[in-house]
């Protein structure tokens, strides 16, 4: 099963306070371990909002809204991509996330579409489509 772990923005993160080098030292530590255990997928921190963009959709065509954002609670300041057996799993892995600092913060657990969950509405056909690009896409990362 795949999860999403979403890390939310901070007043500080939006700020474009960088993590100290103690915080670093410990998420690179951190990432080793789920590396190590062969669950780590992804992980990535994001820049602040003022640096990023929203497109909104409506019937009568698209808007860009440029960042930032003023939801900070809304905002995602990093994410990690868990390949793990089950949400408890996940939940056990966040558990163990460095806070060296003590701040309040929040981390969102999501887990990811699988292809069976869209029951009969992804066909053989578009499974074997969605296949090809997966391949072409990671073709083309080499």
Same mark, same amino acid.
């Given at each position: 099963?795949?999860?999403?772990?979403?890390?939310?923005?901070?007043?500080?993160?939006?700020?474009?306070? @960088?993590?100290? $080098?103690? %915080? !670093?030292?410990?998420?690179?530590?951190?990432?080793? +371990?789920?590396?190590?255990? /062969?669950?780590? @997928?992804?992980? $990535?921190? %994001? !820049?602040?909002?003022?640096?990023?963009?929203?497109? +909104?959709?409506?019937?009568? /065509?698209?808007?860009?809204?440029?960042?930032?954002?003023?939801?900070?609670?809304?905002?995602?300041?990093?994410?990690?991509?868990?390949?793990?057996?089950?949400?408890?799993?996940?939940?056990?892995?966040?558990?163990?996330?460095?806070?060296?600092?003590?701040?309040?913060?929040?981390?969102?657990?999501?887990?990811?579409?699988?292809?069976?969950?869209?029951?009969?509405?992804?066909?053989?056909?578009?499974?074997?489509?969605?296949?090809?690009?997966?391949?072409?896409?990671?073709?083309?990362?080499?």
């Amino acid at each position: 099963m795949r999860f999403m772990v979403l890390i939310k923005a901070t007043p500080e993160t939006e700020a474009g306070v @960088l993590p100290s $080098e103690r %915080l !670093l030292t410990e998420m690179g530590a951190f990432n080793e +371990k789920l590396v190590n255990a /062969g669950v780590l @997928l992804a992980g $990535e921190g %994001l !820049l602040d909002s003022s640096k990023g963009a929203r497109v +909104k959709f409506s019937a009568s /065509g698209t808007t860009v809204v440029d960042g930032p954002f003023t939801e900070t609670k809304e905002l995602i300041a990093g994410f990690w991509m868990l390949d793990v057996k089950s949400r408890d799993e996940a939940v056990e892995w966040v558990r163990q996330v460095p806070n060296p600092d003590g701040q309040e913060s929040e981390i969102e657990i999501r887990q990811v579409f699988e292809a069976a969950d869209f029951g009969d509405n992804l066909t053989p056909e578009l499974l074997e489509a969605e296949g090809n690009l997966r391949r072409r896409a990671a073709e083309q990362r080499k």
